[in-house]
């Protein structure tokens, strides 16, 4: 049988099972949970954010980014954990697992599906985020939403965090295959989350540590000289990490008895 | 016919240091129903997830239709369907949209799931959500979703573990019926014996991850075809005094009975007159047949001696 079909197959039982899961809510209540908060404040307190004046959208794009940065570790933890528990909790790995399917096609449906979900989101985010800016300039045209601006970077911004996202994701996805326990792979992945902010204060090596790249990728967005394309060293290394770990993981789950 | 389905040869299998199985040599003929029996703990779950390859085997070790498992793996996993253990199911998708996760990985067309849910006899519960199934229900839709590609090997593990008598009996019906009317050859294990003794027409018996028996059921019941008697009398304690001075060994008593295998119908009226001369009033002398449960235990018995 072609590999490409059976993939097919795998990836259309894979989004078939979400049918009326509320990860598929989350996925798409989560990236407007930012974007709404921001709705809120630029049409209740719009003239004050925009006292210094300049142009809305730059303030929207902050809003946005950063602490959509700073959110985004925890709910790419909690994705993982639900395309996972999935199976766990129905007991289920053995039966897509005794499909006439190899277990690399069956293991590839998931991370596919996986790293589709966490793309997806960050591209509603974008959307959403726009849409936000969109609605409160035809509601309040005062604050100056009609000004140009390149709306691209709402979704250039992101699909870097999604690059960067990549590394630490493939993290989690693993530790929430191989264990049936919920806790563990979220406790271990806010503990390597808050261990990045503490060592980013200064310790040399804080650059590879993979719960940061996304922070340390993005840079700042205030910096005049700032460039969406720049520091693609934390992108390399997202990505490089990314495709050792699915390997590794790979490699586990093809070998290990699966019960 | 009697190629066989599954073959196994010198199958080991550990866990770390212990050994689940040792040397395991199966034979399933065609169009049988095997009965695979054993205690809890004695290899048999452990076996059948060898055959499906969920624990890898060495190669050579596992054949199914003449082909060895780990080559064909994906070629030979599409002819088998398979109910392991507890039911795989997911809770929030109904019966039908259970079956069509499944049917979107196995690619068969979209009315074979009607027919599945037809032959398990969930038509009308296919629409509820499975979280509401009973486990007769579960067990069913389980055993739905192995049929789907049409195999012709099923690998049932225990699938009336947990069912009440008339779920048993259902289940019981339905595994006939594929055998007899759809051809299949179906692999089966349990550790309720006259589950088996209904149903089978050869038989394994596993325990400790040893095969101690392994061929048709009729020849089972005949290996070790001693009559058991049951003796009632008025003084129980002295009559199995006799008895073992007679060197008779009894395998049960209590207050009023004592049971004791006989090689022959003869011994009884011997052991009659032997009771009557010491003043015992016999009450009752009954024979029966050894079923397969004291066959059974008998069989499994003799491993821990």
């Known amino acids: 049988m072609n590999a490409a079909i059976a993939l097919k197959r795998g990836i259309s039982a894979e989004l078939y099972k979400y049918k009326r899961t509320f990860i598929l809510w989350f996925l798409i209540i989560g990236p407007a949970f930012i974007p709404v908060i921001n709705f809120i404040i630029f049409m209740s307190r719009g003239t004050e954010v925009m006292a210094e004046g300049g142009n809305p959208w730059q303030k929207l794009l902050g809003f946005s980014i950063d602490p959509g ?4 570790p925890f709910f790419v933890m909690i994705v993982a954990l639900f395309v996972n528990s999935i199976e766990h909790n129905s007991n289920t790995w053995k039966l897509i697992y005794t499909q006439p399917l190899s277990r690399v096609t069956v293991y590839a449906s998931k991370v596919k599906i996986f790293v589709l979900m966490v793309f997806m989101s960050l591209m509603l985010f974008g959307i959403f985020s726009v849409l936000a800016g969109e609605i409160v300039g035809m509601l309040q045209p005062e604050l100056g939403f009609d000004q140009a601006f390149d709306k691209s970077l709402f979704f250039s911004l992101p699909f870097k965090v999604f690059l960067c996202t990549m590394g630490y994701a493939s993290i989690q996805f693993w530790m929430s295959q191989r264990w049936r326990n919920l806790i563990l792979p979220l406790g271990i992945g806010i503990g390597g ?27 700042n967005l ?3 000289e700032f460039q969406v394309w720049a520091n693609m060293e934390y992108v390399y290394r997202s990505l490089g990490l990314a495709l050792l770990i699915y390997l590794l993981a790979g490699i586990d789950k093809v070998r290990k008895r699966i019960i | 016919m009697s190629e066989s ?20 040599n199966l034979d ?6 095997f009965g695979f029996l054993g205690p809890n703990g004695a290899g048999k779950t452990t076996t059948i997830r060898v055959l499906l390859d969920l624990f890898h085997s060495k190669p050579g070790q596992v054949k199914l239709f003449g082909k060895a498992l780990l080559q064909n793996k994906v070629e030979i996993l599409g002819r088998v369907g398979a109910l392991i253990e507890n039911p795989s199911i997911y809770k929030h998708l109904s019966g039908r949209q259970n079956l069509e996760v499944i049917r979107k990985m196995v690619d068969v067309p979209k009315e074979r799931v ?3 849910l037809k032959i398990v006899r969930l038509v009308e519960n296919a629409d509820k959500k499975a979280k509401n199934y009973s486990l007769g229900m579960c067990q069913r839709l389980g055993l739905a979703s192995a049929l789907l ?25 339905l595994i006939l019926d594929l055998n007899q009317k759809h051809g299949k050859t179906i692999f089966l294990s349990s550790h309720i014996l006259s589950e088996i003794e209904k149903l089978a027409t050869d038989v394994a018996i596993i325990d400790q991850g040893k ?22 009398v008025d003084r129980v304690s002295e009559a199995a005094e006799i008895l073992k001075a007679l060197n008779y060994t009894i395998s049960e008593q209590n207050g009023r009975s004592i049971h004791l295998p006989i090689p022959d119908k003869r011994e009884v009226s011997k052991i009659n007159k032997a009771l009557v001369d010491k003043n015992l009033d016999v009450y009752q002398l009954k024979t029966s047949e050894q079923n397969l449960e004291s066959i059974f235990l008998n069989i499994t018995k003799k491993l821990d001696q």
């Open chain 2, 211 to 232: 095969i101690l028996y392994q061929g048709k059921l009729e020849g089972l019941q005949q290996a070790d075809g001693a009559i058991e008697l049951v003796i009632e």
């Open chain 2, 28 to 33: 399933v003929p065609q169009g049988s129903i």
């Open chain 1, 193 to 219: 989350f808050i261990s990045f902010m503490i060592v980013s204060q200064g310790w040399k090596y804080a650059i590879y540590h993979p719960y940061g790249y996304q922070i340390l990728g993005l840079g």
């Open chain 2, 149 to 173: 590609t049409d195999p012709d090997l099923l690998i049932l593990d225990e699938p009336t573990n947990g069912l009440d008598p008339s779920g048993i009996i259902e289940m019981r019906e």
């Open chain 2, 114 to 116: 009607d027919e599945v």
């Open chain 1, 222 to 224: 205030n910096d005049p």
């Open chain 2, 5 to 24: 389905i599954i073959q196994t040869h010198g199958l080991d299998f550990y866990f770390k240091d212990f050994k689940a199985l040792d040397q395991i």
């Open chain 1, 69 to 72: 940065n700073f959110l985004f």
